[in-house]
C-alpha cells in the first residue's frame, strides 16, 4: 500500500469513534506507538512512588488544589514525579497533560487518538495521588478565544517557530516550511488554550504549574492561567544540577531578578563568598567543569590576551567585542528593548563598524552553536555584509579561541543577551547591553533604550574607551550581582530534568519528603505551590548550604 493511501485510509479512520483506541488495544495491545513516546518507566514507578506518597500524605497538612501541565515523554516524566511530591505534601494536584511526541511534526487523528489512549492508560495508574487528564479529552470553550488569548497564541506560535528553526525571520502565511510550522504551532496553541480555558474553569486551581512559560503549549497554559487571574509558576533548568529556576506570575526564561537584587545589593559578599565566584569564574576561563554545573562552553583554556591578538592579526587599534547569542534560543526570544530581533541588532551593528576603519571589531559567534542545528551567526553576518572589511573579524563557534581571551583585549563589549556581558564588566571592560536580559539595568552596564541612544553610545566610547570603563565599586557590584544570580537565584532541587532517572535514584521520593529531605528542597516545594520567595538572608544561606551539600 502506498504512503498516501496508508494516510488517506488513517485519516478516515480518525474520525470514526472508538476505531483507534480499539486498534490500539486489540492489535497493539496497549504498547507505546514508538520508543520516543514510551511511558513504561513512569508505568513501573508508579506503584513505589503512589505508596510513597500516601505515607507522607498522612501526616501533611491540607495544601492547595494545584494544576500541572506538561507535554512531550521527558517533561510529563518529570511532571508526575513533581506531582507525587506536591500530592504527597498534602496537595491536591491533577496533572494534565497532552500526548504528544513532538511538538513540530503534524500527527493525524488516527495516531493521535491511539497515542492518547496509551497515554490515558499509563498516567490513569497514577490515580487516586495524581489526578490526570489529557486536554485532548476536554470539551474546549465553544465560543473561541477572547482577544487577549487569540494574541498571545499567536506570539507564543511565532516563538516556536524561531525556536525549532532557530530563525528569527518568519513567514506566518504560504506554504514555505516556516510557515506550515507557523501554522501547525497556532493549530495546537488554539486547541491547548480552549481546552485549558475550559478545565480551569472547571478544576478552579488556585496554583498552576508549567515548565518554561514562554513556548510552546507551555507557554499557552501560562497565559491561560493569567488571563484567569489564577497564580502561575513556571520553572526551568540550567546548567547546575540540583538546582531549579522558578518564577511566580512570571515567564522563568526572563530571569527576573529584580527583587533578589534589590533585596541583596547592598548586602557585601563575605570571604567565602568571594572564593565561590572567583572559583566558578575561573573554571569558566579554563574551560573545565566546576562541582555542580555540568555544562562546558568552551572548548580551549584561556591562552592570554596577546596570544589571541597575534592569531586573529588584531593590531594597536581598539578592540570591540560582540558577543553574539545562539540565534532563536529561548534566552533571546521576546526580548526586544529597541530592535526587531538579535538579527537586525547584529546587522546595523556590523554595518555601523563596516564604516569604521579605525576599530577593529570581533564578532565571537556562541560557542553552543555547536550543539544547534540552525543558521550561524556568520551566516546572519555575511548574508548581509558578503565582502566584510579587513577590520571586522568573525570568531566561529568551533575556533581554536577562549572567549575570556578576547574579553583580556577588549576595549568595548556589545552584547545582547549573553551572560558574557556581565562577566565582560566583571573584567572592568565597559559593557552596552541592547537586549532585556537579567542583568540590564543593574548599575554596572551601559543600557540603551533606543537606536539613536545606542549609536550616540557607541561614537561616544570609541572616542575615549577608558572613560567608560566600569569603576571599581561597579565592578565589585558586577560580582556581587553574579554572585547572587549564580547561587542565590536558583533554587536547590532534587531531580534536574536532563538527569531525571538518575537523580530519581540518588534522591527516592520518601527520602525528599522526609524531613531531612524537605530541609534541603523545601522551599522549592513552596515555591512551587504557589508561596513567593523573600529572599530574605536565613533563607538564602541555608538554600545556598543545602545546594552546595548535595
Known sequence: MSPFNKRLIKQV????????????QIWQQGRPLSKSFSLKRLEKSFPVWKQQAADARRSASQGRRILIFSTLRYWIEHASLLGMALSGLGHEVTLAYLPYANWSRPANQFDLRRQNAYARKALGQAEPLLHTVSLL???PVHDGLPAELTAAVQEISLRDAQYTLQVEDIAREGSSPAAQLYQLRVERNTR???AALALMQTVQPEVVITPNGSILEFGVIYRVARHLGIPAVTYEFGEQRSRIWLARNAEVMRQETDDLWEARRDCRLDEAQWEQVRELFASRQRASLWENFSRRWQGLPAQGGEQVRQALGLDARPVVLLAANVIGDSLTLGRQVFTESMTEWLQKTVGFFAGRPDVQLVVRIHPGERYTKGPSVADVVKQAYPDLPDHIHLVAAGDPVNTYDLVEIADLGLVYTTTVGMEMAMSGVPVIVTGQTHYRGKGFTLDPASWDEYFSLLEQVLVEPGRYRPQR???EQAWNYAYRFFFEYPCPFPWHLLHFWKE??????????????QEAFGLAFRCLAGEPRTWDELELREAVSHADGH
Open 13 to 24: 479512520l480518525g474520525e470514526i469513534p472508538f476505531v483507534a483506541e480499539a486498534y490500539w
Open 137 to 139: 479529552d476536554v470539551r
Open 192 to 194: 491547548a488554550a480552549r
Open 473 to 475: 565599586e561597579q565592578v
Open 504 to 517: 530519581m535514584e540518588a534522591w527516592p521520593l520518601d527520602q525528599v519528603l522526609s524531613p531531612a529531605g
